[in-house]
């Protein structure tokens, strides 16, 4: 079942690293370490999307999620408590249960996943993806591309609003 | 064209909302409210009468009001000559009797409650009036009984109050049983409410003519409850513990008049059937001459006057049931203008004098001289002596009696003119004439209880007109049923009928006049005498008595019994899945435990339990 | 794309109601007076009333960017009642909201935002935009039902709805990838068109589950409701108000259009979901509710019942169950908001909660009283009121259903568990009604009405009364309405 080439030993590798450093973020006891182990599963899913010849993604994945929300996140802990060298329970009485869902959830997406016959795409697109982007999202996805600029905005005086004393 | 005819019914209804949710503490705003809005609707019926009469047609207007299936129901206005007319009389005694009830009612603490619910029943006879079809003629029924119980128990800390108004509603619901299975059973076979496609589909002839006896005396069940005909007729007298202009209204315009009105509207449906309109006709005749010889023995002012109204209704019951199509509603009208003139005189006699025992009163004439005259004219117009209005509608309902051939009935209804005439008098001369009681105070009515009741006095004089032959029987052109026309009669070829009549109700005014006015004889030792038969007549033959040895012990018997059993056996099954409903509640609420990690794993529980379902 | 054929009229109800927000969200700022905020809240209402007036002149509709917008008869209906939703929630809550936070205008800016959003779930007809305008939605909602920040409920509630959410958000997201993976397309009227060649793949099974929970969420089906009544009970009263109302008219109007307009080729795939959230949320909904001591939180449970008899209709899938969603989500919303104005009111003037304290409430305040009653009458499926013509309407479309199939005679199980939990609920709704009419009051004062609330409980409670008496137009609306997508 599992095929070995050129294209999926990369992938198994960062599928491996990113599943690890996952599991880290949720089960580490110091704040800091997930979230450096945060910052790596993010590096993890830029590396499948080149794997999936998407280079633009993966450069938005690494600038946001990497180089923004991790930092910030970083910032937050470093600033508002002395949480750096704190060390906090990731689990509680749920765990177990938790678990076993886990396995049963992983299992049957494992089997309906790959059972289902999918449409192999060819690859065909062109070599450079972001004029491709830049048109879409400003031609057929004009719409959802304008709602999300609304979106920012709601966000944006909600969090004023619920922040600000 | 006719689209103002909606706001006819339509004011009222407003006015109730308006008088329940706004103006309920400002009395005289909601009573003007009230006054001004059944106004309105009279002149807008008046506008549309006046175009009926140009244009006698019958048009049909309607929305639809829900579907469920093919199921459609509508709310609409079936208007045609007998709309037109009906519209006019309810709306015109509605207004006069709103108007009256200003004086007569004056200083009550609840008027507005009172308005409002007076707006509501003239509302519901609207409603009813102009209904197109059976669901709405229901509604407004039902809404017109539920009216009746607020109303004639308007007074509810009088425990007689309370009771007659519980009564006058049990009694008709017995009677809408029947109405209903009526209804229902010519739903199933015609697959319609509407009159004007039932009337096509029984003109189609597919039912068959047991059923369609059987659908048409169903209906007349609601008929007979509704018009106080025997043996549902116990709850009318009993309902004069309400306020006397809502018995005014509920005697002479609304109520009672429905039970007549739909006979007439579902005439199509009982003229088909000749053992339905046997039913009819002997059941109208025999609760004209009975509720007629109890009136002669009572004592009360206004249960007089509502056994008049009985009889008059089994009159017009009796005309209808005898092909009398354009006779009974012809009456219908004159008497709802004299018989709600006579109550709201009856209501300003009990205003002057505060009892409403004839004996109490005596010698009225001179301090009450309005009221003494339009109580006479209203008494000649009930009597039947020309040319008041009543004559000329009792006489179509003579011919139309005698020529349906049926001697029994005719014999029946010509001594009911007599007994008519003899205790409408016998009220008249006890009342008004003879002595003047001790320490009695009695004094004119204000003008505002009078001018209605001259207006009316006015419209008991002449409203007879067209069926005289003055118009040249006017009446029988504008309101007729299809096919019938041989059945009624030209009016001068029956004087003998006509002379027969008018020799009754004078023999009856003349007896009155010996034994009450030149007290020849003395109707103390006449009682004597023929004590076990006044007894009899004073105690409407017991019928009460009867009902409530047979029907309401039997019912209450039954509760009793089935009382112990819900109370040891139901209610303890339901009390025990309450029980179990309630801790199955408090089971469930375990699960909010308001920990949202819980939360999210009921939810991915919830997903699992579905994955599992679908691909194991 | 040639934007010149995009007729830009279709979007005239979003457009106003965007523009009043942003007119809102600048003049607070350039206003210097602090009291004069109410303004800002009739600004709103104007706007509503304005894009209200917009979709009547929509007339056919018809789509935009390729079916990526559709403007049909079911989204102008959606957008109709959530309008009328709006102007009724602003007019409760210029009195409720004054002094209660420092930020009226802001409150008002966000609460168009978020009817926008609603507005938008029910056109937006392509993943991704469906996608968008939900989160929309649950982040504009989350915001209102934090908005009292000073107040520990509040927060609670405002992040219950914000975990919860993203939750649910994740699983939708991984199931619209799931849909979008087998099919290559995103827009619901391409999936439409092929979905039945994929009707055999697992995949397919496993992103109905996932989206129906995803969507599930909004609607408060159980058992993705476990958010709603803590955020219910915690938030502020009209935003609760409007959650139940406007959130649920927007959920099951996306959820009509994503599975029975877009998968009502393979709806043997999600039946059996509807039926089982049906069922769960009847019961479980219908059973909660009997212990609540908080109205809110009762209401709350009531209204993840009425969520599990509107999905019978989904589950029946004929054309008269589904006119009969439409019409039960109308009569739903009237007679809900109702009783969430009475709240309003009493818990203004009160600041209590529980059933208990609406004792003696017919003698307080009479009208209060008779419009709860009349609302909870309507709850409970007391004809005449609209929501008993809901039920029945409901109920029926079932029943005929499995009457002439006989395939489907299963069916009729779902009305007789309907009846048995509508009986239940008489219950609780008693419970309120009990208080307010035979106990005698604690405290006697009267409770005064605000004008503008006092005009928005008597648009609801006069909409509850006529959709019951005269529903002929009402029917004829949602009919009209499905006849879009069924």
Known sequence: MIELTAQTIPFYILAVIAVISALAVVSLKNLVHSVLFLALFFFCMAGFYILLKAEFLAAVQIFVYVGG???????????????????????????????????????????????TNWEIAEWSGPEKTIPVIGKLLLTTYIFPFEVVSVVLLAALIGAIVIARK | MLNYAWWIPLLPLITFVVIIFLTGKAK????????????????????????????????????????????????????????????????????????????????????????????????????????????????????????????????????????????????????????????????????????????????????????????????????????????????????????????????????????????????????GSAQAMLVVAYIGGFTAIFAGTIAVAQNDIKRIVAYSTLSQLGYMVLALGCGGYTAGLFHLMTHAFFKALLFLACGSVIHAIHSQDIWDAGGLFKPMKITA??????????????????????????????????????????????????????????????????????????????????????????????????????????????????MEAEHGGHGMVMYLSLAMAASGIITAWIAYKARWISYESMAGTFSSAHSLLFHKYWIDELYDLTVIWGTMFTARVSGLFDRYVVDGLVNGTAWVTIAMGRGARTFQTGLVQNYMLIIFIGILGFLLTRLL | MNWAFIDWTLLAPEIIVLITALLIFGLDLIWGDESERETLGWLGILGLIFAFYATLALGQGG??????????????????????????????????????????????????????????????AELITIFICLEFATLTCIILSAYFKHEPKSTEAGLKYLLVGLLSAVVLL???????????????????????????????????????????????????????????????????????????????????????GGLGDIEGHWIGIMVTLAVLSMSIGNLSAIPQTDIKRMLAYSSIAHAGYILIGLAVLSRESLTAVLFYLLA???????????????????????????????????????????????MAGIPPLGGFIGKFYIFAGAVSEAVSDPERLWLIGLPVWGVIFSIVSVYYYFGVIKAMYLVEPVDTQPIPIPVPLGLALLIAILLTLLIGIYPGPFLALSESAIQSIF
């Not at chain 1, 765990?95 to 396995?103: N, P, Q, S, T, Y």
């Not at chain 2, 309902?239 to 002479?252: D, F, Q, R």
């Not at chain 3, 709240?343 to 003696?360: E, M, P, Q, R």
């Open chain 2, 28 to 271: 005289n705003l909601s009573s003007y409210l009230s006054i001004l809005s059944t106004f309105v609707s009279f002149i807008l019926s008046c506008k549309l009468f006046l175009y009926l009469i140009a244009h006698p047609e019958t048009v049909e207007m309607s929305v639809e009001w829900f579907r469920t299936g093919r199921i459609s129901v509508e709310l609409g206005m079936l208007i045609d000559p007998l709309t037109g007319m009906m519209l006019v009389v309810v709306t015109l005694v509605s207004l006069l009797v709103q108007i009256y009830s200003r004086g007569y009612m004056h200083g009550d603490p609840a008027l507005s409650r009172y308005y409002a619910f007076l707006s509501l029943f003239t509302f519901s006879m609207l409603g009813l009036v102009v209904a197109n079809n059976f669901v709405q003629i229901f509604i407004g029924w039902e809404l017109v009984g539920l009216c009746s119980y607020t109303l004639i128990g308007f007074w509810y800390q009088k425990p007689e109050a309370a009771a007659a108004g519980k009564k006058a509603f049990i009694t008709t619901r017995i009677g809408d049983v029947g109405f209903m299975i009526g209804i229902l059973l010519l739903f199933s076979h015609a697959q319609t409410f509407n009159f004007l496609q039932v009337e096509e589909f029984l003109h189609r002839g597919i039912l068959s003519p047991g059923l369609l006896t059987l659908i048409a005396v169903l209906i007349f069940c609601g008929a007979i409850g509704k018009s106080a005909q025997f043996p549902l007729h116990v709850w009318l007298p009993d309902a004069m513990e309400g306020p006397t202009p809502v018995s005014a209204l509920i005697h002479a315009a609304t109520m009672v008049a429905a039970g007549v009105y739909l006979v007439g509207r579902l005439f199509g449906l009982f003229s």
């Open chain 3, 63 to 124: 789509e935009l960017f390729n079916h990526i917008y559709v403007v049909d008869s079911l989204s102008i209906f959606s957008k109709q009642i959530l309008l009328g939703i709006g102007v009724l929630i602003i007019l409760a809550s210029l009195d409720y909201i004054k002094g209660a936070t420092k930020y009226e205008g802001e409150y008002y800016g966000l609460l168009l935002l978020a009817i926008l959003a609603m507005m938008l779930i029910s056109s937006a």
């Open chain 3, 332 to 378: 739903y919303a009237a007679a809900n908001l109702g009783a969430f104005l009475v709240i309003i009111a009493f818990s203004k003037w009160t600041d209590l909660h529980n059933i208990s304290d609406y004792a003696g409430l017919s003698k307080r305040s009479p009208l209060l009283a008779l419009s709860m009653l009349l609302a909870l009458m309507s």
């Open chain 1, 69 to 115: 929300i991790t930092v910030l996140f970083l910032f937050l802990i470093m600033l508002t408590f002395k949480v750096a060298d704190k060390r906090l329970r990731q689990t509680n009485e749920q765990w177990l249960i938790a678990f076993v869902m886990v396995i049963l959830f992983g299992w049957l997406l494992v089997t309906g996943l790959s059972e």
């Open chain 2, 373 to 486: 005259i339009v109580f006479l004219l209203g008494s000649l117009s009930l009597a039947g002596i020309p040319p008041f209005a009543g004559f000329w509608s009792k006489d179509e309902i003579l011919i139309a009696v005698h020529n349906s051939g049926h001697t029994v009935l005719f014999v029946a209804s010509i001594i009911t003119v007599f007994l008519t005439a003899f205790y409408s008098f016998r009220l008249w001369f006890v009342v008004f004439t003879g002595k003047e009681k001790e320490g009695s105070h009695a004094h004119e009515s204000p003008a505002v209880m009078t001018i209605p009741m001259i207006i009316l006095a006015i419209l008991a004089v002449v409203a007879g007109l067209p069926g005289s032959p003055w118009m040249g029987g006017w009446i029988h052109g504008f309101i007729h049923f299809e096919g019938l026309h041989e």
């Open chain 3, 174 to 260: 991984y199931g619209i990838s799931l849909v979008y993976g087998l099919t290559g397309t995103t827009t619901l009227y391409q999936i439409g068109g092929s979905i039945r060649k994929y009707a055999f793949q697992p995949v397919l099974f496993i992103s109905c589950i996932f989206l129906a929970a995803g969507f599930g969420f909004k609607i408060a089906a159980v058992p993705f409701h476990t958010w709603a009544p803590d955020t219910y009970e915690g938030a502020p009263t009209p935003i609760t108000a409007f959650l139940a109302t406007a959130s649920k008219v927007a959920g099951f109007v996306i959820l009509l259009r994503f599975f029975v």
